[in-house]
Antibody
Framework: QVQLQQWGAGLLKPSETLSLTCAVY????????WTWIRQPPGKGLECIGE???????NYSPSLRSRVTMSIDTSKKQFSLRLSSVTAADTAVYYC??????????????WGKGTTVIVSS | SSETTQDPAVSVALGQTVRITCQGD??????ASWYQQKPGQAPVLVIY????RPSGEIPDRFSCASSGSTASLTITGAQAEDEADYYC??????????FGGGTKLTVL
């Protein structure tokens, strides 16, 4: 059974860089879109972006200027960096496994989430 | 537009049938997937594509359908444990994942 385990700093100051990593246990690392999603307190889900095992990535237009995703296939890990954070970036951040076989796409495995608070 | 919209809240009597809908242009060319989220927990994939449920995990009272720019999730015989937030998701024409705003389901 595939599991995602995520970790990273939970408390940041404004202007710092958020850094999270997600490790994949069990199952294949190839042919999936490894995604990051966030959820501000009391609000809905927002997809930050994805990175394919090949290294190609696709970021949300609203966050593209501040987001970098990377992947380490040897460790079966993928990472998120979000620069210049503000209080608006306070959220629970999830990693997830995305499957795309047009016209159907879905995220079938999720990490437990990491709470990130941005406060001075 | 790549936005998808959902009704913010829906209620259903215990044992009755409820439909949760999602509307958006992306749904004309991409199937929706649906996620259940309970307080303090990560979302869980409930159903996707043409009525596909993750094997062995999701009861068959959950089903989905799509028509034009509208996708729907139906719960036939809602149970107390179905009370949760439900989100639809799809890919837009640029390949971006797009979530609906979520629907809070209350089981009365």
């Amino acid at each position: 059974q595939v599991q995602l385990q995520q970790w990273g700093a939970g408390l940041l100051k404004p202007s710092e860089t958020l850094s999270l990593t997600c490790a994949v246990y069990g199952g294949s690392f190839s042919d999936f879109y490894w995604t990051w999603i966030r959820q501000p307190p009391g609000k809905g889900l927002e997809c930050i972006g994805e990175i394919h095992h090949s290294g190609s990535s696709n970021y949300s237009p609203s966050l593209r200027s501040r987001v970098t995703m990377s992947i380490d296939t040897s460790k079966k890990q993928f990472s998120l960096r979000l620069s210049s954070v503000t209080a608006a970036d306070t959220a629970v951040y999830y990693c997830a496994r995305g499957v795309s076989a047009s016209p159907k796409s879905y995220m079938d495995v999720w990490g437990k989430g990491t709470t990130v608070i941005v406060s001075s | 537009s790549s936005e998808t919209t959902q009704d913010p809240a829906v209620s259903v009597a215990l044992g009755q049938t409820v439909r949760i809908t999602c509307q958006g242009d992306s749904l004309r060319t991409s199937y929706a997937s649906w996620y259940q989220q309970k307080p303090g927990q990560a979302p869980v994939l409930v159903i996707y594509g043409k009525n596909n449920r993750p094997s062995g995990e999701i009861p068959d009272r959950f089903s989905c359908a799509s028509s034009g720019s509208t996708a729907s999730l139906t719960i036939t015989g809602a149970q107390a444990e179905d009370e949760a937030d439900y989100y639809c998701n799809s890919r837009d024409s640029n390949g971006n994942w797009v979530f609906g705003g979520g629907t809070k389901l209350t089981v009365l």
